[in-house]
């Protein structure tokens, strides 16, 4: 049957064209809709057993590749004295939203690269251990450091078959094939994987990552405390001997004085 534009409809006729036109031309605008941002699938590989305790169903992000580093990425604090990686922290959203720390590590910065052991242990900052048995659905916003406002969302839901109490955590990274990083980002292939197991063995998950130009790790350096030159520390040595020298002959004064008034 076919309407024309010009056919006046009432009463029931006009009813039955809404409902035409709702029930043909409602699912048709449903179809030209835009798809909502963040169902990038995050081209990650599972480097874990099928039966590990953590299962990721999905992981999306709303942009990929990523402008800046996602779903991991580091903090790297280096004494700007010694050199020394005094602490790296990584945060990574695979279905629970990890935050690792490693403490002092035996390596320093030299030539412009850090270099790393094959495996570097972290322990869990957070979330609170134990980590309760269930379904998870996490959403993180990575936002670059660099000031340029930069921003990816990601999205997992994933499901933990029991509890996790005191995990061991192994996280490595490699810059073009070589364990470490950079100080500053610069071009090339950086790879990152975290296995995460039980003291019984148990595997709770293994992920690998990798991601091109994008630097896994930023780093921060503490400030160095601030020497005095050879010159000020000669000054500084001058103005304690003469303060010292002053209180001495002004309390030699007072005891004269005091002497000579019995």
Not at 80 to 93: P, Q, Y
């Amino acid at each position: 049957m076919i309407f024309q534009a010009s056919q006046i409809l009432t009463g029931t006729r006009r009813k039955k064209w809404l409902l035409i036109r709702a029930t043909f031309f409602a699912p048709a605008a449903l179809l030209l809709a835009p798809v909502p941002a963040g169902a990038v699938p995050v081209p990650y590989k599972n480097c874990g057993k099928p039966n590990d305790i953590l299962q990721v169903q999905t992981m999306n992000a709303s942009v990929w590749p990523p402008p800046t580093a996602a779903p991991l990425v580091g903090t790297a604090t280096i004494d700007a004295a010694t050199g020394k990686l005094t602490n790296l922290r990584v945060s990574l959203l695979f279905g629970v939203d990890w935050l690792f720390d490693s403490g002092n590590l035996s390596t320093s910065a030299g030539s412009g690269f850090v270099p790393l052991p094959a495996s570097v242990p972290v322990s869990v900052t957070t979330p609170p251990l134990p980590l309760a048995a269930g379904p998870y659905n996490m959403a993180h916003t990575f936002t670059s450091q660099g000031g340029d406002a930069a921003s990816v969302t990601i999205v997992t839901k994933a499901t933990v078959s029991q509890e996790v109490g005191a995990p061991l955590t192994n996280l490595s990274l490699t810059f073009n094939g070589t364990p470490g990083f950079p100080l500053q980002s610069i071009p090339g292939t950086y790879a990152a994987r975290i296995r995460m197991t039980l003291p019984s063995g148990a595997e709770v998950f293994c992920v690998d990552l990798a991601l091109e130009n994008v630097a896994f790790v930023n780093v921060a350096t503490v400030p160095e405390i601030p020497m005095l030159s050879h010159y000020a520390f000669l000054a500084l040595l001058v103005l304690v001997g003469g303060a010292g020298f002053l209180a001495l002959h002004r309390r030699s004064i007072r005891a004269r004085r005091a002497t000579s008034t019995q």
